[in-house]
């Protein structure tokens, strides 16, 4: 068979892995593989490369994505989806392998919808797919997350500064809640609990009085405050598939708690350092399953699905199930995560 191969949105640690498995394992099967190059926007533009077993050595390490990525919707034109279904038989594929998080995903469940066999691996450091316990790349950012913070404790407490720590999350809080957790932040604010800005100053007040002489502060840069439910946004301009672009509630905050508290503050912004480096050693196996069980699925013609993690099963659930809704933190581990707050 001709498998096509993308990978969709914001790259992560962990689509090489899955890159890797796919060609290794199709091509002891026998079939031949094209990556699609940017994404969405290379099967508009018929932008592509074989790829064999030369091409998927070495990179298992390496992070982001050897083919390339983009924010590209074919269906925000209603010229492009021809265009699109035009290209995968001008080059001959009997399937297409989506690599991505709910927006790609939810192209390729369109697609399917309109003959197109696809079969979709989740990919998002947010962890806010619905159908699998864990995204690959999700385990990479929150260890980034957890090693600034770890870094952050010395320089907080030297200086005896508050700092705010923003890092990735727009609709769900995953990284903040367990890089948080793992890094040992003193609040964590995030998109699922609506705050005041009143019970953060509070807080900090009650860990000076006890004798702590600073505190850090992890917060999506989705999280909504509780007066008005408001999203702190850095530009209203919206991407291919209407998502505005969030970004400075680090800086909103420590002008507020200084202003409130006395306690000098700084925010800390992580932003592409979460999507960068090498994948840790659960994403790039996690990354490897998905992509052997990708395979598997188009061997046995099962097409229309995403391959899912539940418990430590890899298992195929429908693409419409997989994009249906977001996956929100789990407030069991949000509780946990609050026994340490000030």
Not at 71 to 79: G, K, L, M, V, Y
Not at 135 to 160: K, P, Q, R, Y
Not at 203 to 209: E, F, P, Q
């Amino acid at each position: 068979m001709k498998i096509g191969i993308l990978t969709g949105g914001g790259d992560c640690p962990g689509l090489n892995s899955v890159i890797r498995a796919i060609v290794k394992k199709s091509a002891k099967l026998g079939h031949q593989v094209i990556g699609i190059r940017d994404g969405w926007k290379g099967l508009i533009n018929l932008n592509f490369t074989n790829l064999d077993t030369g091409a998927a050595s070495g990179i298992l390490h390496l992070g982001g994505t050897i083919l390339g990525t983009s924010r590209t919707n074919p269906f925000a034109s209603e010229d492009d989806p021809p265009k699109v279904i035009d290209n995968i038989k001008k080059l001959g594929l009997d399937v297409l392998i989506a690599i991505g998080g709910d927006d790609t995903l939810g192209v390729a469940y369109k697609l399917y919808g309109m003959g197109v066999n696809t079969i979709g691996v989740p990919k998002t450091i947010d962890n806010d797919l619905s159908a699998t316990d864990f995204t690959f790349g999700f385990d990479s950012a929150v260890n980034i997350v957890m090693n600034a913070l770890d870094n952050l404790h010395s320089t907080a407490e030297s200086h005896h500064r508050v700092l705010v720590v923003e890092v990735m999350g727009r609709n769900a809080g995953w990284i903040a809640t367990y890089g948080g957790l793992a890094g040992g932040a003193d609040y964590i604010l995030i998109p699922e609990n609506p705050f005041t800005i009143s019970e953060v100053c509070d807080s900090i007040k009650r860990r000076h009085a006890s004798g702590r002489t600073f505190s850090i502060i992890v917060a999506a840069e989705g999280a909504v405050l509780a007066e008005g439910e408001t999203v702190i946004t850095k530009d209203v301009k919206r991407d291919a598939f209407g998502h505005v672009m969030l970004g400075g509630i680090g800086k909103f905050l420590c002008k507020e708690i200084e202003e409130r508290t006395g306690f000098e503050c700084r925010d800390v912004v992580l932003g592409h350092l979460q999507r960068g480096g090498s994948p840790t050693a659960f994403d790039r196996i996690l990354a490897t399953r998905y992509g052997i069980a990708a395979v598997d699925l188009i061997e046995k013609k099962d097409f229309g699905k995403m391959v899912a993690l539940r418990g430590n099963h890899v298992v195929a659930v429908s693409l419409e199930e997989g994009v249906k809704r977001a996956k929100t933190v789990d407030m069991d581990v949000y509780e946990i995560a609050k026994t340490f707050f000030g």
